[in-house]
C-alpha cells in the first residue's frame, strides 16, 4: 500500500463534485445536476412514468453517473469515491425523478447502500408519500456461495440491470411490473472478476492492496474485496477457463440457454486481453452449448485504475431480450 | 471536573469528539485499507468536519447538539459509517430528549438507544467484526457505571470501547466489505469499532478535563 | 525500461490474431476477418459505394479494428502492435471493401503507415485498377510546428475522422467528394496528449518509456514518442490549461467557433480525471467564445496501458457537423 | 573461402544473416525503446523468422532467393522497418538477375540498386538518422572494394555499416518516430541501422566461412 497513486486532479476533496460537473457539461443539456446534492436527473423525463433511480459510490465510472439517460436510469445519486449517497441526496434524487408512478431502488448490494438507501426509501414513504421499491445487484458469486445469493456484492451486472430495467420502466405501466422484471434479471445474473493490479481513491493516494509483481486475485470486488483466490499469473485462456467454469456452475447455466455476455474493464486493462479472453469464452460456450446473443466488450464497472476485468452472463428470456436490446444512450453507454 | 454537561458544554465535547477523529484520519485508512476498502477514514473525517461546522451555531439543547452532530455525519460521511454513526447519534440524542445537561446515566441511555437504534438499522449482532463489537461493550460498561459521575460512565464506555476493539482482531468478519476475507480478516481490528473507540475516548479526556 | 509489464495473455506472438477473432465474436456477425490476414470488412456493404478502409498498426483498441461499421470504416487492415500493416495485407483489405467508386485511405501520419500504404496503393493501382486516394490524419500540435502540419502524427483526432470520412462515404457519391471532406477535417483538427506513466508491447513486455512517480509528459505521441516537455505533475486545471494554450493557438480557434470537443484516455487513465478536465475545457472554451456542439469523453485511441489523456478540438461547419452527427455503431464505437 | 556463391550458398547466407538477426532481437528492442517505439527488434524477428520459412523450400535462382526474403519480410515485419528492408532486398534482387552465382560486383550492385529503392520510398536523405545512414556507406563501401573477391566486398560493406550505425550516434533524428525526440535523440544510434549492420556483419561471417 506504498506505491503512491498517480493522477491528474484537483483538490482530491472535491473529485466528486467536479466530475459531475464535467460530466453534466459532455451531456449535452440531457441530464442536469440538483442544486445541493451529487445526483443528475433526465432532464426529458416524460410526465409520467415508473421511475429508475440508480446509484451507490463514486469511482466507478462511468458507472452510476454515466447510466442516466433514455431506456436507462432516470437519475443517479451519487456518493463519495467508493462511500454509498446519504439518504438526503438519494430522497432528493427520488423526488426528482418521481412521476407519479412510484420510483425503483436499483443499486449494489453493499451494507452501506443497503443502510443508507433504506433510510431514504423510509423517508420517502413516510414524509412523502412516494412507493418505493428495492431491487439489490448481487451478481459476484465470488462473494458468497450460492445459497447466500443475499450476500453477494453487485458488481458488472450492474450494467444489463440498468439497461433492462431501463427499459422495463420505459415501457411498462406499474412499479410490480417494473420490479417483476428487474427480478428476474437478477436471479439470471451471474459475474465473476480478476484484479491484476490495485486502483486507488484519490483522498487517500493509496492502493487498496497489493498484489505481488506475478500474482492476480480471482474474484476480487469492485472495491478491491477479496477474492476466492491469489494464484501466479496464468494465460488468458487459462484465466477464462477457471471464471467461466464457476460462472456456469453456479446458476447453473445449461445446453440451450441463450446469454448476453459482458466483458468489463476494471479500469487499466488493455481492450486487447478483453478480446483475447472473449475468444477463449467463446469456444467454452461452443463447447457447452450456450448461444450468446450479444457481446459488450468495454470500460462500465471499474475500481479507479485497478487493472483487471470482469465476465458477466446474463441469461435471456424473450422479455429481457426484449428490454436489454432497446437502444439507450447516455456518456457512459450507448447501443443502437 | 465537572459533574455534567450543559448544552455548550455538550456541544464543547461534541466538537472535542470531532476532531480527535479527524486527527486519526490516516490510522482509520489504513485499518480499512487493510480490511475494507481504504475509505473509513476520509467518510469520518468528511462527517465530523460538517459536524464542526453544523456545531458553528449553538444548538439550543443537548439533544439538538447530538442531532445535529448525527445529520451531519449522516449526510455527508456516506457508505456504512455514515449510516451507522448518523443513526447513532440522531437517535442516541432522544436519551437527552427534555433535559438540559449530560449526567452519567443519560450518556450511558445515550450509548444504548444509540445501539439499539444502530441494531436495527444494520442487522448485524455482536461478533460480526462492526462498530457493534465496541459499542456493545461499552454501553454494557457505562451501564455498570452508571450509577457513578459522568468522568466513570465515560471512562468505562471508553475502556469498553477499547476492549471490544482488541477483541474485533480475533473476529472473521461476516458482513461488510470485510467479509469475503473470512479467515484472512483475522489479526486486524475492525476500522469502524476503532471509531467508536476514538470518539468514546475522547469524550472521556474531555470529560476529565472539563 | 526495467518495470515489466503485468498483462493476462496467452503466447504474446498471437496476441494480434487472437484479439481481432475476439473481435468479430464479440460483433455479432456484422464484421468479417480476412482468411490469410489481420484485416476487418464489413459483411453488410452495400454493393456500391465509395470505400473507407482506415488501418495502422495494433496496440490502439479499439481504433482500428473496433471502428468498422456502419458511417464508420469499411474495413481495418491490421498491423502487429505499433507496427503498420504490410502492403499485402493492405492490398487483400481493400479489394474486399472496394464496391466500384474507389477506396479512400485514411490513416495516422507516420513513416511505417505512410511507405505500407504508398505500396499497397501503388499495387491497387497498377495490377487491379482500383483507384486509390490517401488522406494522413495530423492532429498532433505537440509533432512538429504549424508550417509543418504535414510532419504530425495523427492521434485521438483519428476517431473524429473515421466518424465524418465514413459518414460522406455513405452519402457522397464519388471518391472526390469524401476526399475532399476529408481533407477539409484534417485541417480544421487539433489534438495534444499527456503522459502520466507508460504502456508496453506485449512482445517484448518492457514499457516503452519511463516518467518519474512526480512527473508528467505534455505531447506525448499514440507509441509513447517524445513530446514536448516533462514536468512535474500538476493539478489538473493546470494541465488543461497548457494543452489548450497550445490547442487553440495552433489552428487558431476564434471566438465564434463551433467545436466538437473529444477527451480520450491513453489506457489506463479514469474517467473522472477526464470529465474534471472537461470541466476546465469548458470554462475555457466559455472564457474564449467558442461554443461545443457536442463532447466525446471516453477510450477511443490507447497505447495500450499508458496512463494520460489526450484533447481534441474540430472546428465545425455545417458539412462536418452533419457527417459527425450522423448516427454509428461497432465494438469500439457507438452513438444514436 | 569460395569466391563466389551460387543459389544454394546465397539461400544458406540469407538465412545465416536472419538467424544472426533474431538472435538480436533484444538488441534492437532496447535501441528502439531508447527513441522509437520499441517494437523494432520483435518486427525484425517476425521478418526473419518468415524469411527462414519462406527459404525451407529452395529457391531457383539467386535473384529468387532475395526476393523470397524481402517478400517475407515486407509481409511480416510490419512498419517502417518492413516497408524498408522489404524493398531494399525485393528491388536489390534484380542487380543478380540473370545470374547463377553471387559475387563481389554482384554484391556491392545490390546494396546500391536496394538502398536507391529505399531512398525513394522513404524519402529521406543521408544524414536523418535511419537505415540510409548504414546502407549508404556500406554500398559506398561495397563499390570501393567491387574490384575484389566478395569477401572483400562484404567485408568493406560490414565495416561501412558499421562505421554508419556509430556515426548515427551525433545525429539528430528528423523523421520516424525519434523525429520529436529532437536534440534528446543525440548519443543513441539508430535502431534501423543497427540491423544493416547485423545484417552485413554476418553476411561478412558466412562468406568467410564459408
Ligand atoms: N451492517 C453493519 N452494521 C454495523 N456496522 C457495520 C455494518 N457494516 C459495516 N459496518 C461497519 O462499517 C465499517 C466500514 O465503514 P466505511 O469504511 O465507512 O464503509 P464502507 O464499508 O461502505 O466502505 C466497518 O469497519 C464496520 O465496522
Ligand atoms: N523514411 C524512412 N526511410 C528509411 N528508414 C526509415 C524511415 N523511417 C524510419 N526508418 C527506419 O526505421 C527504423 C524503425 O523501424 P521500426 O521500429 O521497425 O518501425 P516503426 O518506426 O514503424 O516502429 C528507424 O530506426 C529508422 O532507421
Ligand atoms: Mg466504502
Ligand atoms: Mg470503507
Ligand atoms: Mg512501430
Ligand atoms: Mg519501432
Not at chain 1, 445459497?147 to 427499459?167: L, N, P, Q, S
Not at chain 2, 468536519?49 to 448525527?70: C, I, N, R
Not at chain 2, 458482513?175 to 470518539?199: M, N, Q
Request: hydrophobic share 45%; charged share 25%.
Amino acid at each position: 500500500m506504498a506505491r503512491p497513486a498517480k493522477k491528474i486532479l484537483n483538490d482530491p476533496k472535491n473529485v466528486v463534485a467536479e466530475m459531475i460537473e464535467g460530466l453534466v457539461l459532455a451531456n449535452d443539456g440531457r441530464v442536469a445536476k440538483l442544486p445541493k446534492h451529487n445526483a443528475l436527473v433526465r432532464t426529458d423525463l416524460p410526465d409520467s412514468k415508473v421511475a429508475l433511480l440508480i446509484g451507490g459510490g463514486s469511482g466507478h465510472e462511468p458507472l452510476f453517473h454515466g447510466f442516466v439517460g433514455r431506456n436507462l436510469g432516470d437519475g443517479a445519486a451519487c456518493g463519495q469515491v467508493f462511500a454509498a449517497p446519504s439518504p438526503d441526496t438519494i430522497v432528493e434524487a427520488a423526488k426528482a425523478v418521481h412521476r407519479g408512478k412510484g420510483v425503483l431502488f436499483l443499486y449494489g448490494n453493499y451494507a452501506g447502500d443497503n443502510m443508507n438507501f433504506d433510510m431514504a426509501a423510509e423517508m420517502l414513504e413516510e414524509d412523502e408519500g412516494i412507493t418505493v421499491r428495492t431491487v439489490r445487484v448481487t451478481d459476484d458469486v465470488a462473494a458468497a456461495p450460492p445459497e447466500r445469493t443475499h450476500d453477494r456484492r453487485g458488481i458488472a451486472g450492474d450494467v444489463y440491470m440498468i439497461k433492462i430495467t431501463g427499459g422495463a420502466a420505459s415501457e411498462l405501466d406499474t412499479l410490480d411490473e417494473v420490479e417483476r422484471v428487474a427480478r428476474k434479471a437478477v436471479a439470471n445474473l451471474r459475474s465473476m472478476a480478476v484484479a491484476v493490479a490495485a486502483g486507488s481513491i484519490p483522498e487517500t493516494g493509496k492502493l487498496t492492496f497489493e498484489l505481488a509483481d506475478d500474482e492476480i486475485e480471482i474474484g476480487m470486488g469492485a472495491h478491491g474485496e477479496a477474492g476466492v483466490y491469489r494464484q501466479k499469473l496464468a494465460s488468458a485462456d487459462s484465466v477464462a477457463d477457471q471464471m467461466m467454469e464457476q460462472i456456469l456452475a453456479d446458476l447453473p447455466f445449461r445446453r440451450g440457454d441463450e446469454i448476453a455476455l459482458m466483458i468489463n474493464n476494471l479500469g487499466a486493462t488493455t481492450m486487447m486481453e478483453m478480446l483475447i479472453v472473449n475468444r477463449r469464452i467463446r469456444q467454452i460456450c461452443d463447447r457447452e452449448g450456450i448461444s450468446v446473443h450479444r457481446t459488450d466488450v468495454g470500460t462500465w464497472v471499474t475500481t479507479q485504475e485497478m487493472a483487471g476485468f470482469s465476465i458477466t452472463l446474463l441469461k435471456l428470456d424473450d422479455e429481457l431480450k426484449h428490454y436489454l436490446d432497446l437502444p439507450a444512450e447516455s456518456v457512459g453507454y450507448s447501443r443502437m | 471536573m465537572s459533574e455534567t454537561l450543559d448544552t455548550a458544554g455538550a456541544t464543547a465535547m461534541l466538537r472535542a469528539v470531532a476532531q480527535a477523529v479527524i486527527d486519526q484520519t490516516d490510522v482509520l485508512t489504513d485499518a480499512d485499507l487493510a480490511i475494507g476498502d481504504g475509505d473509513h477514514g476520509v467518510g469520518m473525517r468528511r462527517g465530523f468536519e460538517a459536524t464542526l461546522e453544523a456545531l458553528q451555531s449553538p444548538p439550543d439543547t443537548v439533544e439538538a447538539a447530538f442531532k445535529a452532530a448525527g445529520t451531519a455525519i449522516m449526510s455527508q460521511t456516506g457508505g456504512a459509517a455514515g449510516a451507522i454513526f448518523g443513526t447513532f447519534f440522531r437517535s442516541g440524542a432522544k436519551a437527552f430528549a427534555g433535559r438540559d445537561a449530560v449526567d452519567g446515566a443519560s450518556f450511558a441511555a445515550f450509548l444504548e438507544t444509540g445501539l439499539e437504534a444502530v441494531l436495527k438499522r444494520g442487522g448485524v449482532t455482536e461478533g460480526q467484526k462492526t462498530i457493534i463489537d465496541a459499542l456493545a461493550p461499552a454501553a454494557r460498561a457505562a451501564r455498570a457505571a452508571a450509577g457513578g459521575s459522568l468522568a466513570d460512565v465515560t471512562a468505562a464506555a471508553a475502556q469498553g470501547a477499547l476492549d471490544g476493539v482488541e477483541a474485533t482482531r480475533a473476529m472473521i468478519a461476516t458482513t461488510g466489505k470485510a467479509r469475503s476475507l473470512g479467515e484472512r480478516s483475522i489479526g486486524h481490528p475492525d476500522p469502524g469499532a476503532i471509531s467508536v473507540s476514538l470518539i468514546l475516548v475522547a469524550a472521556r479526556d474531555f470529560v476529565a478535563a472539563a
